[in-house]
């Protein structure tokens, strides 16, 4: 065919934009959820909204280690007052008597009656449990309000939030033991090639011509992981059909998602894209995006396929940008989109593609941002060396001092 005929007949690449979409127009949320314990929740994807059933704080309580007070009794600088009561956190005290003041200690309730708060800095503890007070305190002062925090039947996270330690911390303080969570995704991952070795099975001395260590295996497991997924690992899928068929079959019955890396090109020993075909549909995508153009997705029975590029650094960028979202929507997130941030480039990059680029990158010392030297898609070096990527719009350069849109790897690892 002449390469004017080839060009002619061959698709346009579809923007990285319009993949996603179509992708998550078709992640439709798992059935079924998991009840867990709230110490073992972290990074899952809340089913249920957490509703507080009390108020937070409880009651009204000092904010600082001091002296309630009345404001009545302390109308001017160096006011003394007998000291009645000593209230530690755990504790509850008695009504404040007019003309005294209690010691009070951080997170310790207000007695009833004292409407301030003065920190023991402001005050002078005297002879006879007697305090001067060197301030005259404002209206409550130093004083937590009971609810301030959360209102009792507040939401205080929302169905779809991906649970952080932090949020396990909220959850704990409504006194939330277990939560309701959304089931993990099941993925099926295997690789594809003859060519592909398991570390520690051939010494790198003895590697036979043509042989390569399995890299996306390593990191593909590990992002899965970090998802919540539930991974099962079907090693390196020899190159013969039956073997591809066989594998793709056996894992469309259990798994929501079925993941490889390689094998879904038009080659002679490309078989995964001829038995997904057998099994079920695909759809073969180029995606306008440097690196990791080519990407397929496809279904069989019930599960998802989706097929990687076999270069590590085009499959990670794939799974980073397309995968994760995909997964995370299936738990029921919504904002499944990574978020950039302004950043300066300390480096020139006068190459403008045609495609949307992602750069790796590090921040420096000066909080601009450095370029890993070699770009390729093979190059797995730039990920581990840089912490984020420069999302680079098609047909556009830079030149140092430019403000460019950077990624960390946090929005795209987690």
């Not at 007052?81 to 509850?92: D, F, T």
């Not at 004292?114 to 305190?137: K, S, T, W």
């Amino acid at each position: 065919m002449p390469a004017a005929v080839a060009a002619a007949a061959r698709p346009p690449m579809k923007p990285l934009d319009e993949a996603l979409a179509d992708l998550l127009a078709l992640a439709t949320p798992l059935a079924g959820t998991d009840t867990v314990d709230t110490f073992d929740a972290d990074g899952r994807v809340l089913a249920v909204a957490a509703v507080s059933p009390l108020q937070v704080p409880p009651h009204d309580n000092s904010a600082m280690d001091g002296y309630a007070v009345r404001r009545a009794d302390v109308a001017a600088p160096g006011a003394q007052l007998p000291v009645s009561q000593r209230i530690a956190a755990g504790s509850a005290g008695l009504p404040l008597a007019a003309g005294t003041a209690a010691r009070i200690f951080t997170g310790a309730p207000v007695p009833p009656g004292a409407d301030a708060i003065v920190m023991q800095e402001d005050c002078q503890a005297l002879e006879g449990d007697r305090v001067q007070v060197h301030a005259v305190p404002a209206a409550h002062q130093w004083i937590r309000r009971a609810g301030e925090d959360i209102a009792l039947g507040a939401e205080v996270l929302a169905a779809g939030t991906r649970l952080t330690p932090a949020a396990l911390g909220l959850a704990a303080s409504i006194g939330l033991a277990r939560l309701t969570v959304a089931r993990r995704p099941r993925v099926a991952l295997f690789s594809t090639g003859d060519e592909l070795v398991m570390p520690g099975e051939v010494d790198p001395a003895r590697m036979p011509p043509g042989a390569i260590y399995n890299s996306n295996r390593f990191f593909l497991r590990g992002l899965l992981r970090r998802l919540g997924c539930a991974v099962t690992d079907l090693g390196i899928v020899p190159d013969r059909r039956e073997a591809t068929l066989e594998a793709l079959r056996g894992a469309s019955l259990e798994h929501d998602l079925i993941l490889t890396s390689g094998g879904v090109s038009v080659g002679e020993e490309d078989h995964v894209k001829p038995a997904v075909e057998a099994l079920g549909r695909l759809d073969l995508w180029q995606i306008a995006m440097k690196p990791g153009k080519p990407f397929a997705h496809g279904r069989i029975g019930a599960a998802h396929f989706m097929g990687l590029p076999g270069n590590p650094v085009s499959s990670f960028m794939t799974f980073a940008l397309l995968v994760r979202p995909f997964l995370l929507r299936l738990q029921g997130m919504q904002a499944v989109a990574p978020q950039s941030v302004a950043a300066t480039a300390d480096f020139d990059w006068p190459r403008a593609d045609r495609r949307r680029e992602f750069l790796r990158v590090r921040r420096n010392a000066a909080g601009g941002l450095d370029l890993f030297p070699h770009q390729g898609s093979g190059v797995l070096t730039s990920v581990a060396w840089g912490d984020g990527v420069v999302d680079t719009p098609a047909g556009q350069t830079i030149a140092r001092g430019d403000t460019v849109r950077f990624i960390p790897w946090a929005e795209l690892q987690s």
